[in-house]
């Protein structure tokens, strides 16, 4: 298993979705500290997870704008991030990486440069210059297709106070190379 939904029903319910990306969550990307801003707001309620049923990139690009808005006007002290999950459409990795200047062209659009940036998670990440197979690129595999909607104010708060910002990307390479395919196939079980 190359990911936590590789087996997955591509029309499974929402609640479905939402209960495999937050097992990613605190496994992967929590459990093995590869973003070590990821656990606050998760351990404090303030990650919304938005399931998108659209099946076109002009419908997901709709409903990005809707839910930049949304994350924009929200209560930071209550909704931090928000991860717009799309189960149905840019499956396809080379679809969705094209997809992501249409993100930052939204992001811009909507007057949010500066405010809000749009991270990027897939199942079939893949890092430029690596093999699809490289374990390096399951930092960014996720379950599910998403766009991670972030508030610049939290990622500067938590760059900080990281000391070693720069070193996230190498130290994640040496967590997975360490962990290996085995041990990433060994947090799914159970």
């Not at 062209?105 to 909507?110: D, I, N, R, T």
């Amino acid at each position: 298993m190359d990911s936590p939904a590789d087996d997955s029903d591509p029309a499974e319910h929402p609640d479905q979705v939402i209960a495999a990306t937050r097992r990613w969550l605190e496994r992967a990307v929590i459990g093995l500290q590869l973003c070590p801003f990821a656990a606050v707001p998760h351990l404090n309620d303030r990650v919304r997870y938005c399931v998108s049923e659209q099946r076109s990139g002009v419908g997901l690009l709709e409903e990005l704008a809707h839910e930049l808005q949304a994350l924009q006007d929200a209560d930071p002290l209550k909704c931090e991030t928000t991860l717009l999950i799309h189960p149905h459409v840019l499956t396809d990795f080379l679809e969705y990486n094209d997809f992501l200047d249409a993100c930052d062209a939204a992001v811009e659009e909507l007057g949010f440069e500066g405010e809000l940036q749009v991270a990027s998670f897939h199942p079939q990440y893949q890092f430029a210059g690596t093999d699809a197979h490289d374990i390096e690129n399951y930092s960014n595999r996720s379950p599910y297709p998403m766009l991670h909607l972030l508030r610049e104010a939290s990622v500067a708060r938590a760059v900080a106070n990281f000391p070693h910002i720069d070193r996230i990307g190498t130290m994640n390479k040496e967590t997975l190379r360490r962990l290996g395919h085995e041990g990433w196939r060994q947090l799914w079980i159970s």
